[in-house]
């Protein structure tokens, strides 16, 4: 009973690096959610998707890209990571559009 | 857009009492206010939630009463155990998860 499983759960890179997170999830929901959420400022809404092949801007897009090329899976990506990307980054999934989902969380350090 | 904030951002009570967390949102169209528990080293997770056709709404120890003229709404937990210790986050939305707002948190600590 795997739910909402995000890889890697721990990653540190230097200004400038780029690199992927991947959510995967197996509750064959329409709608996934990328979340970043950092000390005092709660849960905010990165990108979304309400479908295969559908992406759109949350809260706070900026600096991030997401693909949805397969149901199950909804990807985050950084391409020039900055320090003000250090966070943890919640993927989430719901269907439909009610409780959300979360998975455990990526930890994220840009040096 | 939506603004939540929550209070207090800290909580401590004996094992026994109870806990009360507050939220206000700002906008008048929010419809859905959803409670998540989050503990450590976990992903938040839906406790409670109560739409605005409803006042109340409990589910053993744990409570939710909305007020939607003063557009507030609180979580009530009871007779508070020390597993109740997490990190609890409300939020609010027109019923659409991708226009849902959090309140910054409050870390709820239960002292044995």
């Known amino acids: 009973n795997a739910g909402v499983t995000q890889t890697p759960k721990f990653r540190v890179l230097k200004t400038g690096q780029s690199m992927t997170l991947l959510c995967a999830q197996d509750m064959n929901h329409e709608y996934m959610y990328w979340y970043r959420q950092d000390p005092g400022m709660g849960l905010r809404l990165i990108h979304y998707?309400?479908?295969?092949?559908?992406?759109a801007k949350g809260e706070v897009p900026d600096g991030y890209n997401v693909s949805r090329l397969k149901k199950q899976n909804f990807l985050l990506g950084l391409e020039s990571a900055a320090p003000s990307q250090t966070s943890v980054y919640f993927c989430?999934?719901?269907?439909?559009?009610?409780?959300?989902?979360f998975g455990e969380g990526s930890r994220l350090t840009v040096l | 857009g939506e603004n939540v904030e929550q209070h207090p951002s800290t909580l401590s009570v004996q094992e026994g009492d109870s806990a009360v967390i507050k939220c206000t949102y700002s906008?008048?169209?929010?419809?859905?206010f959803p409670w998540y528990k989050q503990e450590l080293g976990k992903g938040p997770q839906l406790i409670i939630d109560?739409?605005?056709?409803?006042g109340e709404k409990k589910d053993q120890r744990i409570a939710v009463t909305l007020n939607k003229t003063a557009k507030h709404f609180s979580l009530h937990i009871t007779e508070t155990q020390p597993e109740d210790s997490a990190v609890y986050f409300c939020?609010?939305?027109?019923?659409?998860?991708?226009?849902?707002?959090f309140g910054a948190g409050t870390r709820l600590t239960v002292k044995p």
């Open positions: 989430a999934s719901s269907y439909p559009p009610a409780e959300l989902f």
């Open positions: 109560i739409r605005s056709n409803v």
């Open positions: 998707s309400v479908g295969e092949g559908t992406t």
């Open positions: 939020a609010a939305s027109r019923g659409n998860n991708n226009d849902m707002r």
């Open positions: 906008d008048s169209a929010s419809n859905y």
